[in-house]
């Protein structure tokens, strides 16, 4: 740790002196980035890899690469040996062996830079880092390369160009803010959601390229640095004010407008679901918040835009508040926003109606029955059961007290609108701009208000 503190001191002066005053070193794209493809419990003990034009080996340190040797092979396997990581040809013949990384890339360059990694096709080089009796296996590549396939992921490529350009800049933006994510995993990113969706070239098009070489090095800054942008899928008429999410309050992070989004008609736009109440009993144990059997999920306060800002789950042994974002990802099995309401389910309730309708033969009144009284022969009595049953000798009916039987609770029905956490650009509503004609400069100042759109170097 000393030895990292004296190097950012180091790289501090150094930067104070290299940029002059009113110079955004903030800004600095990185060249490649390192996206983490399998990891942790997802690491594997081989890998096969193949690529046209052969291979260069060699090593990488972070993001640079320095050959050991050149390959005309066309397929190669790494595997994990007792005494490390060892490389061999289709026919098994050893290549290299007791290594503790190997960096691997393609003999190509540019766009065709491209190898397989278990039959996925990637561009750029793979990583391989002995990882117990496994590797990690991460993908270096370059930026905006990577960008091809994250923006083809998070969007359909067939989208509209104004809305991909957009979406190219939010992921350029999210990679940079967020390089050191996984830094204790040894790269930049996650090929998953949790980072941003990426798959290699598999869902690249034609149309993927444009919107973000057209956009290269551009980024969306506020004050002076970079902006951290979000984004999700839809987000209903209004996007959330990010305090009302995460809890802090960010300037460019604030609820607009969102109404270029066609909600019902886009996949969970409109969603709803149903959890027993043993489901909702046993999901609050697994996450650790035990309350006994669950009896009642009750939303205590909405935010402006219909949002649960806090929900309480009781239970047979207590209760327990959640607040923000806790409300959609408690139960995120059936809640896909964090717009909903939230109703319990009863069976075995008798669906009869509560009002007794009277007439005097003129006009019909309708009356509910605990505000009837009998009229007898000894005299006038309140109603005093719960259900009164009214007769003209051919047919009867009976009606209850109570507002209704409700039954015995089994469960709750949670109905919703939009789909991720409605932070930043709705991806649909960014579709829905587009296509009425707003630029994607237009659209990115208006989800991300305040914020300017600049060149990076
Ligand atoms: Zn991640």
């Given at each position: 740790?000393?030895?990292?503190?004296?190097?950012?001191?180091?790289?501090?002066?150094?930067?104070?002196?290299?940029?002059?005053?009113?110079?955004?070193?903030?800004?600095?794209?990185?060249?490649?980035?390192?996206?983490?493809?399998?990891?942790?419990?997802?690491?594997?003990?081989?890998?096969?890899?193949?690529?046209?034009?052969?291979?260069?080996?060699?090593?990488?340190?972070?993001?640079?690469?320095?050959?050991?040797?050149?390959?005309?092979?066309?397929?190669?396997?790494?595997?994990?040996?007792?005494?490390?990581?060892?490389?061999?040809?289709?026919?098994?013949?050893?290549?290299?062996?007791?290594?503790?990384?190997?960096?691997?890339?393609?003999?190509?360059?540019?766009?065709?830079?491209?190898?397989?990694?278990?039959?996925?096709?990637?561009?750029?080089?793979?990583?391989?880092?002995?990882?117990?009796?496994?590797?990690?296996?991460?993908?270096?590549?370059?930026?905006?390369?990577?960008?091809?396939?994250?923006?083809?992921?998070?969007?359909?490529?067939?989208?509209?160009?104004?809305?991909?350009?957009?979406?190219?800049?939010?992921?350029?933006?999210?990679?940079?803010?967020?390089?050191?994510?996984?830094?204790?995993?040894?790269?930049?990113?996650?090929?998953?959601?949790?980072?941003?969706?990426?798959?290699?070239?598999?869902?690249?098009?034609?149309?993927?390229?444009?919107?973000?070489?057209?956009?290269?090095?551009q980024v969306l800054t506020y004050g002076g640095k970079l902006a951290e942008l979000y984004y999700s899928s839809s987000m209903g008429e209004r996007t959330e004010d990010v305090k009302h999410v995460w809890g802090n309050s960010v300037p460019y992070l604030?609820?607009?407008?969102?109404?270029?989004?066609?909600?019902?008609?886009?996949?969970?736009?409109?969603?709803?679901?149903?959890?027993?109440?043993?489901?909702?009993?046993?999901?609050?144990?697994?996450?650790?918040?035990?309350?006994?059997?669950?009896?009642?999920?009750?939303?205590?306060?909405?935010?402006?835009?219909?949002?649960?800002?806090?929900?309480?789950?009781?239970?047979?042994?207590?209760?327990?508040?959640?607040?923000?974002?806790?409300?959609?990802?408690?139960?995120?099995?059936?809640?896909?926003?964090?717009?909903?309401?939230?109703?319990?389910?009863?069976?075995?309730?008798?669906?009869?109606?509560?009002?007794?309708?009277?007439?005097?033969?003129?006009?019909?009144?309708?009356?509910?029955?605990?505000?009837?009284?009998?009229?007898?022969?000894?005299?006038?009595?309140?109603?005093?059961?719960?259900?009164?049953?009214?007769?003209?000798?051919?047919?009867?009916?009976?009606?209850?007290?109570?507002?209704?039987?409700?039954?015995?609770?089994?469960?709750?029905?949670?109905?919703?609108?939009?789909?991720?956490?409605?932070?930043?650009?709705?991806?649909?509503?960014?579709?829905?701009?587009?296509?009425?004609?707003?630029?994607?400069?237009?659209?990115?100042?208006?989800?991300?208000?305040?914020?300017?759109?600049?060149?990076?170097?």
């Amino acid at each position: 740790m000393q030895k990292r503190i004296g190097l950012c001191l180091l790289l501090c002066v150094l930067l104070l002196t290299v940029y002059p005053l009113g110079v955004h070193a903030d800004y600095t794209l990185p060249q490649f980035v390192r996206i983490g493809l399998m990891y942790g419990n997802g690491a594997p003990k081989s890998v096969v890899l193949e690529s046209v034009n052969g291979f260069q080996i060699g090593k990488y340190d972070g993001r640079e690469f320095s050959l050991n040797q050149e390959t005309d092979k066309k397929k190669l396997t790494v595997s994990m040996a007792e005494d490390g990581i060892s490389i061999a040809d289709a026919t098994g013949v050893m290549l290299a062996s007791a290594l503790k990384s190997v960096g691997i890339k393609p003999n190509a360059s540019g766009k065709e830079q491209k190898l397989k990694i278990d039959g996925v096709e990637y561009r750029g080089g793979v990583d391989c880092t002995a990882d117990g009796d496994r590797m990690t296996v991460v993908n270096v590549v370059f930026l905006d390369h990577y960008l091809y396939g994250v923006v083809s992921r998070e969007m359909s490529a067939s989208w509209h160009k104004n809305a991909l350009k957009a979406q190219a800049v939010c992921a350029r933006n999210y990679v940079t803010v967020h390089l050191d994510k996984h830094a204790s995993d040894g790269f930049d990113l996650c090929s998953g959601v949790h980072c941003q969706a990426y798959s290699g070239t598999r869902v690249e098009t034609e149309q993927s390229f444009a919107p973000v070489d057209e956009t290269t090095r551009q980024v969306l800054t506020y004050g002076g640095k970079l902006a951290e942008l979000y984004y999700s899928s839809s987000m209903g008429e209004r996007t959330e004010d990010v305090k009302h999410v995460w809890g802090n309050s960010v300037p460019y992070l604030i609820s607009v407008d969102n109404s270029y989004e066609d909600t019902a008609s886009v996949t969970n736009g409109i969603w709803s679901g149903t959890l027993t109440c043993e489901e909702a009993t046993t999901i609050m144990r697994n996450k650790g918040y035990d309350v006994g059997d669950v009896k009642k999920i009750e939303v205590l306060e909405y935010t402006e835009n219909g949002r649960v800002l806090k929900m309480e789950v009781t239970g047979s042994k207590g209760s327990k508040v959640f607040q923000r974002e806790g409300c959609r990802t408690l139960f995120n099995t059936v809640t896909k926003s964090q717009a909903f309401t939230v109703k319990p389910i009863y069976e075995g309730g008798q669906k009869i109606p509560s009002d007794v309708q009277i007439t005097d033969g003129t006009k019909t009144g309708s009356f509910p029955v605990s505000s009837l009284v009998i009229l007898s022969a000894t005299g006038r009595s309140n109603v005093t059961t719960a259900l009164i049953t009214v007769s003209d000798g051919v047919t009867q009916t009976t009606y209850s007290k109570k507002k209704a039987d409700e039954g015995t609770l089994t469960g709750f029905r949670f109905d919703g609108t939009g789909w991720g956490h409605s932070v930043g650009m709705s991806q649909y509503g960014a579709k829905g701009m587009a296509e009425a004609g707003f630029d994607y400069v237009e659209i990115l100042l208006h989800y991300f208000p305040g914020t300017n759109l600049e060149n990076a170097y």
